[in-house]
C-alpha cells in the first residue's frame, strides 16, 4: 500500500472556525490532490499540486486554500467553516499523472 | 470537454450473481480508463486500468475491456460474493491536464 497518511481522521467544529487538514506522503510522488465525498456528488476535487509551491484550483475550489511547502506534506485549509463543507475529505497521490493512490480519509462535521 | 457516465446505483445481487456495471466516457484523444473500488469506511483503491484499445484489464476476478467503438469500459465479475459489496467508480485520465475524470460511483449490495 501506498504510505499516505491523513490527520486528523476525524474532526467536529463549529462554523466560522478555521480548519487544516494533512496529507503525509511517504512515496516522493511528485503530485497530490484533494477531494471530497458527497452523496450523489461521486468525487469533486477541491486543489491539487504539481510540486512543491505549485498548486492550482479543482471543481470546487471556493471557500478552501492549499500549501506545499515540502515533498511529503499537502495541507487543506477551511479559512473559515461552513455547514456546507461537512463532507469526507480525500488526499490522494501520483507519479504518473494518472493513476492515483488514496489516503483514508478524513471525516469533518461543521456545526 | 471529457466525461464518464456510470450506471445508477445501488445495485443489489445474490452471491454467486454475475455482474456488469456499465461505463462510458467521452474524450479526446485516448484516454487511460480505470475502475477504482471503496469499500466502507475505507478510501479508493485501483481495482483494474487499461491504457489503450481493445485492452482488458482484470483484477481479483473483475475485468472490463477498452472498448473504442462504443467508448465504453464496463465492468464485470462471473461470480460475486459478499466481500465485494462497495462502491465502484469509473474514470479516465485524458492526458490533457493533471486530473482524473471522475464516475459518480456505483453502490454494489451482495447477499448471501
Known amino acids: 500500500d501506498a504510505g499516505i497518511t491523513q490527520s486528523p481522521r476525524h474532526k467536529v467544529t463549529e462554523t466560522g472556525t478555521p480548519v487544516t487538514l494533512r496529507c503525509h506522503q511517504t512515496?516522493?510522488?511528485?503530485?497530490m490532490y484533494w477531494y471530497r465525498q458527497d452523496p450523489g456528488h461521486g468525487l469533486r476535487l477541491i486543489h491539487y499540486?504539481?510540486?512543491?509551491?505549485?498548486?492550482d484550483k479543482g471543481e470546487v475550489s471556493d471557500g478552501y486554500s492549499v500549501s506545499r511547502s515540502k515533498t511529503e506534506d499537502f495541507l487543506l485549509t477551511l479559512e473559515s467553516a461552513t455547514s456546507s463543507q461537512t463532507s469526507v475529505y480525500f488526499c490522494?497521490?501520483?507519479?504518473?499523472?494518472?493513476?492515483?493512490?488514496f489516503g483514508p480519509g478524513t471525516r469533518l462535521t461543521v456545526l | 470537454g471529457n466525461s464518464v457516465t456510470q450506471m445508477e446505483g445501488p445495485v443489489t445481487l445474490s452471491e454467486e450473481a454475475f455482474l456488469t456495471i456499465n461505463c462510458t466516457y467521452t474524450?479526446?484523444?485516448?484516454?487511460?480508463l480505470f475502475w477504482y473500488v471503496q469499500y466502507p469506511g475505507e478510501g479508493l483503491q485501483l481495482l483494474l486500468k487499461?491504457?489503450?484499445a481493445d485492452d482488458k484489464g482484470s483484477n481479483k476476478g473483475f475485468e472490463a475491456t477498452y472498448r473504442k467503438e462504443t467508448t465504453s469500459f464496463h465492468l464485470e465479475k462471473g461470480s460475486v460474493q459478499v466481500s465485494d459489496s462497495a462502491v465502484y467508480f469509473c474514470?479516465?485520465?485524458?492526458?490533457?491536464?493533471?486530473?482524473?475524470?471522475w464516475g459518480l460511483g456505483t453502490s454494489l449490495a451482495v447477499n448471501p
Open positions: 490522494a497521490i501520483s507519479e504518473g499523472l494518472n493513476e492515483q493512490f
Open positions: 512515496e516522493n510522488h511528485r503530485y
Open positions: 499540486s504539481y510540486g512543491v509551491k505549485d498548486t
Open positions: 474524450a479526446t484523444g485516448y484516454p487511460s
Open positions: 487499461a491504457t489503450k
Open positions: 474514470a479516465l485520465y485524458a492526458g490533457n491536464n493533471r486530473k482524473l475524470i
